[in-house]
């Protein structure tokens, strides 16, 4: 195989990315399908903003993206009937949620780490499992839709258009993944990677470790809740099991599977993760089998990811 | 003003005392080996300095600021940095990546989600200059995780170096290493107190390398202080020789 060029490789991306809506009718796909890719993919490459890039294992992160789907669905169907509140009241109670809970964690590793990770995320599932009359309890919250956004000059009809929400998703999508990209290319993301590499040096270089975890998990966090938002809006409903363990464990599955290591990674472990998904489903209704039996295989064998298969191949 | 004054401290875990009430000044521009047998808590004592553990009893001066309290980050920033006896890099990053972020971490940029390009230029002079001193420039672009152990305990030194510190603790230097090795590692040293008045401490087991660098030297037996001296001093003292022989007897 030819060596990838980095820049030719994102450029590629973006560019796929761009036109995914006219070409995946080609492959069978269709639009909606593509805007479940990118939504998932926002959140995997958040978590991996954290595991993959600062070395830090949260089995929590659907809290945070489950704050985002109710912070949206919530403000529309009581609040405000407006897309951009919708998505402000859904980040803002992601951060601050993370600000808090991330203070109280942040001085615990490893394996402690996830588990009280995997703790207070099960305490917000259990608000919006019990607290019926507000979020409709299992049902979930439904009775809302996504509004058209009406900026001044033009009105973006993300209800009726699917390409239009696809591109409202795009556009956050590389909002949030350029600045984790620059922070990742910055000396504060350097200090990121110097404590994934080894955390006792990175103290003694005068790095004050648990609060740039802290900055690092909010950051990973407040980005996952805007994944949650747009989740939302593609499903006009949220479902309290976005905010369950399990669909953290699945955020962890597409950054292992694509790669966490390198910073596309979970955009292909995402593809790879809904596509299956939706294929497999049509199938058997044990489709989770299948992707459990993939995951396991790569990580059997590649556990460096799909992307990592690519990146050693090109290396030779 | 002494550089760095520890004051009768003592470590415990559990019954054992591994450091029992030592006490030590360093002044300015002096290099001090630690020595002493196996288990006699040169180790302990170092991580007493450097904020790694807290002693059970004593206080810690470092120029003249109370730091027996201090995290370890803290200290850096006071002017302290270290070495550890089992190599501590970035074993996955470059070697030009290591000392980049000790480089940055040095200059205040640890918060920094960018740098300019002038501020980046001073970066890169920097690097080039560590890489330089430690003779390891043609292997900036290498992996610190696949570098001879002499080259990575390089790396090491000079990401400690990198932060400018008034003092320097080095934890059994040329451990593991082979003759040659040991030769270059001894070399830098000496370079870095000779030519860059560094103040130094180190704990050492080679006797060539420390009776080679140190100006006075500390003996420590089973976690207290045997003696204290210049080189010649030391050679001479017999209890000492009594320590060191008793133990191989």
Known sequence: ?316 | MSLLRVESVSRRFGNLVAVDTVSMVVEPGELRAVIGPNGAGKTTFFNLISGFLKPTAGRIRFRDEDVTDVMPAKRVWLGMARTFQVTEIFPELSVGENLRIAVEVAAGYRLRPWVGRDADAALRARIDELLAMAKIADKRHRLAGELSHGDQRATEIMMALALKPQLLLLDEPTAGMGDQETYDITQLIRSLHRDHKLSIVLIEHDMRVVFHLADRIMVLAEGRMLAEGTPAEIAANEAVQAAYLGKAA
């Open chain 1, 1 to 316: 195989m030819i060596k990838i060029d980095k820049r030719a490789a994102s450029a590629l991306i973006w560019l796929l990315l761009l036109t995914m809506p006219y070409w995946l009718v080609w492959v069978h796909g269709y639009t909606a399908l593509g805007t479940r890719v990118m939504v998932l993919s926002l959140a995997a490459m958040s978590l991996n903003f954290l595991l993959g890039f600062t070395g830090v294992l949260s089995f929590g992160h659907a809290a945070y993206f489950g704050l985002g789907v109710y912070g949206m669905g919530l403000t529309i169907k009581y609040l405000l009937p407006s897309t951009l509140a919708g998505m402000a009241v859904g980040v803002l109670a992601g951060f601050v949620a993370a600000a808090i809970i991330g203070a109280l964690i942040v001085r615990l590793r490893g394996v402690y780490f996830a588990m009280v990770t995997i703790a207070f995320g099960q305490v917000f599932y259990f608000i919006a499992y019990r607290w019926n009359n507000v979020t409709g309890g299992d049902d979930g919250l439904s009775g809302w839709r996504r509004v058209p956004i009406d900026l001044g000059f033009t009105r973006v009809d993300i209800l009726g258009n699917d390409k239009a929400l696809y591109y409202l998703v795009l556009l956050c999508f590389a909002v949030a993944v350029t600045i984790m990209w620059a922070l990742l290319g910055s000396p504060f993301g350097r200090t990121l990677l110097a404590i994934r590499e080894n955390e006792r040096r990175a103290r003694f270089l005068g790095i004050p470790v648990d609060r740039h975890i802290w900055l690092s998990w909010v950051i990973s966090c407040t980005f996952c809740s805007l994944a949650g938002t747009l989740y939302a809006l593609l499903n006009n409903f949220a479902d309290p099991h976005d905010l369950r363990w399990d669909q953290s464990g699945d955020f962890v599955i597409m950054a292992v599977l694509g790669g966490m290591r390198s910073f596309w990674g979970p955009l292909i472990g995402a593809a790879i993760f809904v596509v299956l998904q939706d294929y497999v489903s049509s199938q058997t209704q044990n489709w989770m089998s299948i992707i459990g039996l993939f995951f396991v295989l790569v990580v059997l064998f590649f556990p460096r990811g799909v992307l990592g298969i690519l990146r050693r191949e090109s290396a030779r």
